[in-house]
């Protein structure tokens, strides 16, 4: 994480999007139609979802950072937050490198390119569940680069486990935020996880697992109410209507 080899570690981190980049201009070459599960951003329906998400998102990881709290663990604090932003030059320096470092480089690759693609053979749980395992598996590197937040961790320990498994619910929210306003909604919700977890220095095993239980527990709610919504808007009309059979 130093200079000068901090430099092809930022660009890796845009791995995604430059993968998104390549695709959409090997697609447009050969004039392809855009996936059919592709969402894209109306501002008079849409943009409403983009700061509702975000609170969503802040709020998972308060909220479990003050059950922990309550059930005896690690005690909800600013200090690792305030270090952290006076490390970086300041908030907006702080604003700027948690919205870059992570949903803008990682979005546009995850959530606007692989996922619709998923989409087309898989439902929205299967294509955000098979999302979040690789979306663990690429992050695995960062557990062997002295300075990140995983290193810190280490691979081999429940705070690196607890890590691991808590992208996968990740990939459940990003990708219902996706479904809901585009790529705007699923960096918000990137970037509210993200950030709220880097203010409150969430780095206890105990914080990290009721982390992942919150998010697992909103994004189930979400998907299933999502689905519901869906059914109820088919209003009388059985989308599996049963064969009539007529005795002759």
């Not at 977890?197 to 969430?202: D, K, Q, R, S």
């Not at 527990?217 to 009388?236: K, N």
Request: no cysteine; charged share 10%; net charge positive.
């Amino acid at each position: 994480m130093s200079f000068p080899t901090v430099i092809p570690h930022l660009l890796a981190g845009f791995g995604p999007t430059v993968g998104a980049i390549v695709i959409r201009a090997r697609r447009a070459r050969r004039r392809q139609p855009v996936p059919a599960h592709t969402v894209r951003l109306r501002l008079s329906t849409r943009l409403f979802w983009v700061p509702l998400l975000l609170v969503v998102a802040s709020a998972t990881v308060l909220g479990a950072a003050l059950l922990a709290q309550f059930l005896g663990g690690s005690a909800v604090s600013l200090t690792a937050g305030q270090n952290l932003i006076s490390t970086v030059g300041g908030p907006v320096a702080f604003f700027v490198s948690m919205l870059i470092a992570g949903p803008l480089s990682e979005e546009p690759g995850w959530r606007g390119t692989a996922y619709p693609r998923l989409r087309a053979s898989l439902s929205r749980f299967q294509a955000g569940l098979l999302l979040g395992v690789v979306w663990a598996v690429w992050h695995l590197p960062l557990f062997f680069v002295p300075g990140t937040v995983q290193a810190g961790f280490g691979l081999f320990s429940w705070s690196g486990l607890l890590f691991s498994i808590s992208v996968i619910p990740m990939a459940l929210l990003t990708g219902y935020a996706y479904e809901r306003a585009g790529v705007a909604a699923s960096i918000a919700v990137h970037f509210g996880v993200n950030a709220t977890m880097a203010l409150l220095g969430v780095s206890s095993p105990m914080t990290l697992a009721f982390v992942v239980a919150v998010q697992v527990i909103v994004a189930l709610a979400l998907l299933t109410w999502q689905r519901e919504r869906r059914v109820d808007s088919l209003g009388d009309v059985d989308p599996h209507p049963r064969r009539i059979v007529t005795n002759s």
